[in-house]
């Protein structure tokens, strides 16, 4: 599975931003989207994830203003956030948790990250 995402940039502290992943997934059934975020010296969080059941799952400190969507169609998955604060900032990863056809076993695969930071 390949992943690209896209949509950081610098933002003010109660503002919006609309993070994007497209995906490819030839050959692979996908479960879980989800972002996760990680800044320095820090290990890397979820941020909110989204089934293949379309059941989401956030982070507390996201809860009510960041808001998770998969398009299987487009095969893309969208993290809307609003009401950004200065801890926000941090580098952004989509995730995919995926199975090849005909195994069982889900690995995960990253995109690339891409930066979000909310200036106070």
């Known amino acids: 599975v390949q992943l690209q995402a896209c949509g950081g940039g610098l933002v003010q502290a109660g503002g919006s931003l609309r993070l994007s992943c497209a995906y490819s997934r030839i050959g692979f059934t996908i479960k879980n989207l989800g972002w996760y975020r990680q800044v320095p010296g820090k290990q890397r969080e979820l941020v909110a994830d989204i089934s293949d059941g379309g059941i989401t799952n956030y982070a507390d400190s996201v809860l009510g203003r960041f808001f998770i969507a998969r398009d299987n169609a487009k095969n893309t998955v969208n993290l809307q956030m609003n009401f950004l604060k200065s801890e926000d900032t941090a580098v952004y990863y989509c995730?995919?948790?995926?199975?090849?056809?005909?195994?069982?076993?889900?690995?995960?695969?990253w995109g690339q990250g891409t930066l979000v930071t909310v200036s106070s």
């Open positions: 995730n995919a948790r995926a199975t090849r056809y005909g195994r069982s076993k889900q690995i995960n695969y």
